[in-house]
């Protein structure tokens, strides 16, 4: 692992190539390329050691001395793999995303700088091994996102919105400080692998888990602690905002992960309330995904629903690890596994594109967009390989982690029996009811984006070639995973029998019958090729032509008149408006002549708006209220600091 | 996978693909004897869609390449979807663990792409076709869960040929359920083939159509594409239907096709009946309509898992 610490010092040297060249465009170049430069190394090596490294032998090592602050075991590296594998096109996009602010003339020095701190800090959070080592890498990354979402500071919504994450990020360490310390002193160590706890402790148990799920679930955005996701997102440069959704929200799910390794097996109510978390996450997240106007909220709350569907693969495997049942744990657990890399891959895809359209039309609003098809054909089609694959539909690489999650679902109803079957049985409706409301969601975004006519005029719609590299290289993972899914179900095994199931290596994910699928879904293109040639074959003598659409005989129709994204989605959103504090605001004169109207569209988060901003709210009355308290004499301080200590000391008395 | 059963598999698939234009042509006829007409011929959808190929393809002006791979990408996606299905006892082409969620999924694919399509015209006609059809799927996709999944979450079989040959008659509470299940299906099928009280297909005039309007603006090879799959589409949920009924034939393979066929049509009968008899919904109470087939399933679900 030599060459990983190698690849994290190429990556920090990035840092010194921004501040010291003095040219903007120069330092932006150079310290893209050392960035690209050590992740690749880093990857690489990363993958062989996760690839060839059996892990029940030994750790593997640094510099070949055993040292306490890293552990390469297969779910770190799995994750780091994860990691740099996104970051690498992320860093592709991010040298043309900054080269539009460097023609403006903005200074890009503080972007390149906390990007790389950004990267590095991430990666050591996943190969971390001594728990303070952990909280400082954990608490550097929070950091950096930060201040990296602050790059346009001048304007309002950043503001809040970064301090929105800012003050999340806190809480979370601040609960993963008591959730170590209380490890700590249960095991008399601050190291990771010597962490193991037995489901006999009582309490402390649950309390253990409950901080965990609380701090990490937070940090991943799961339902009620959601919030924060479409504050930030869509004020963070697109760079960020990627990697926000892709990577930084799935360190909670490895937070998660890493818990179940201290504490197992889980007990099994734990594995319901995840499961019912995580659907009401997946379902209410892409509701209200459906029910925005901006992009990037709009993949915000997505991300919500994607980490819903890994939270129900995670309690999928908790209830299997309660049962002791390996087939349920490999299936439930793999599915987890495999979507965080799916969903990785797809979001920061969608994000990237996203960011491409906001650079050329300089706008995050739908509803002003539209026939950016006739501008960039190629930009569509790979914008829509990444919608088809979130959507978890075939033959891209979301179906396949779905299509893993469901087999758990079976399993699980087969091997437990009694009531299992019904519940399994509701989990797996509820989960094609947010595939339902998935292809409702991104039929609507790429239908509003990209087809029909500009409702807005178009300036210029240009993409350089570095966009076109990054989104090309997340499109074709999306490809790789879904028509070749073996060597990527194999690793997620090997990670599996590894870190989560160590008794008998089950082959339940490799008994899926993944080749049968592959070959149908090259039957599906192949199918497509050939009606296509037929097609072909069929106009070339029947003849084809282009003319106006059916308007009912009338002439005079022009953009606006198409379905927008509000009235497309209304009739969905009308359904659960209460939940989704969905509203309208027409403002229309029905006279004869009628005068000019309007029509608007909202989405209140329940969460937010219902319950955040009202606590907040009381809680800065009550400081107002208690504000008497401070006053200008230095006097009065030093009597409240005799009381105080007077009270301790009591206490201290007392107790003993 | 023995060389006879690809051959069943084979030659089911090329029964689902032939004779769903003639289901059709069964149904028009039937609705055509029940309101008095003598009604064209059984063969009509065949002589439809031969006519369909010989005209130019003519394409909106706004519409892109969603437009050109749209009625390929939906043909595919429902054939694959059929191969799936079992006809008597022969074993279908595509069958494997799980084969279920990829039938939904590839149904799913072939919705994706009629709705992006229907988008690309740029029409409000379209779109509000485009905006019911995923509004209305939405409430469809649990139906297919609660009936046909809720089997195979009992019998613990995850293939659609395993969970329809699991179906045993001789427990008087599966029949019932069974039987519920097969009404909740009829409901579904009405929905995603767009037939008479969810959608007409008969209807003249856009404002009210839910399928025919998002194909309003193609022609020629396209637009047999389009009528071709959504014909293989409806045969699909008769034989989904019809499966239900397999285990009255006591593994007889001629029992078992005789089966198929009277099934078959019974439901162009009460299709044609259904169509005969009753008008299209308002709008508005499609989701109530679809929620109360998906209510059946749940309370048939409850109370066959508590009289077990």
Known sequence: MDTLFYS??????????????TEKKKSSAASHILLLAGLITGFIAALTALINSDFTLKDIQMFGISNNLFRFDALGLYFLCIIQLVAIPTTIYSYSYLKHYIEKG??????LVFYAVLLVSTQLVVVANHAIFFLVCWEVMSTSAYLGMNFEKGKKEVQTGSFYYLVMSHVVVFLLYIFFFLLHNQTNSWLFSDFHLLSGTGDLFIVLYALSL????????????????PRAHPIAPTVFSAFLSGIIIKTGIYGILRTFQFLNPAPEWLGWLVLAVGMISAVYGVWYALAQHDIKSLLAYHSVENIGIIGIGIGIGFIGSAYHSIPIQILGFGGALLHTLNHAIFKSLLFVGSGVIYQNLGTRNIEQMGGLVHYGKYFVVLFLIGSIAISGIPPFNGFISEFIIYNGFFTTAKELENYYPLLMLISAVGLAFVGGLAVACFTKINSIMFLGKERKEVKHFKISFYEYLSLGIFALLCIVIGFYPQPFIGVVNKVLIDGFVPAAPSSSLLNINWQLLSIIFITVIAGIIL???????????????ISTAWGCGYEGLNPRMQYTASSYADELNEI?????????????????????????????????????????????????????????????????????ITIYSLIAFLWS | MELTSILQGIISLVLILGLSPLFVGLVNKQKAIFTGRIGASLL???????????????????SSFISAVTPMINFIAVVIAAAMLPISFAHPLISFE??????AYMLGLARFFQVLAAMDIGSSFEGMGAAREATFAVFAEPIFFFTVGSIAFISGFTSIYDIYHSIR?????????IIVCSISVFILAVTECSRMPVDDPNTHLELTMIHEVMILDNSGIDLFLYQYSSYIKLFIYVILEASFFYPFAVQSYTLGIIIFLVVIFILSAALAAVETITSRFKMKNIPHYLLFATAIGILNLLIYTFTR
């Open chain 1, 531 to 545: 009606i296509y040639l037929w097609k072909k074959s069929i106009q070339k003598k029947y003849g084809r032509r």
């Open chain 2, 169 to 177: 008659l001789d427990n008087l509470s599966f029949v019932v359920f």
């Open chain 2, 98 to 103: 799980g084969d279920i969620i990829l039938f």
């Open chain 1, 8 to 21: 994290l010092l190429l990556q920090l040297s990035s840092i010194a190539a921004g501040i010291f060249f």
């Open chain 1, 576 to 644: 659960s408006k209460s939940v989704l504090g969905y509203h309208k605001k027409v403002i229309a004169q029905n006279d004869i002549f009628p005068a000019k109207g309007s029509f608007e569209s909202h989405s209140d988060d329940l969460v937010d708006k219902k319950i955040l901003l009202p606590v907040f709210k009381s809680f800065s009355e009550f400081i107002a209220r208690i504000k008497f308290l401070s006053y200008t004499d230095i006097r009065y301080y030093i009597a409240f600091i005799l009381i105080i």
């Open chain 1, 214 to 229: 609380i701090a990490f679930g937070m940090k991943a955005g799961f339902m009620p602690f959601h919030f924060w996701l």
């Open chain 1, 106 to 111: 903005k200074s890009v020095r503080s972007n």
């Open chain 2, 44 to 62: 009509q959808p065949y002589y439809e869609l031969m006519k369909l190929i010989k005209k130019e393809t003519i394409n909106a002006t706004s």
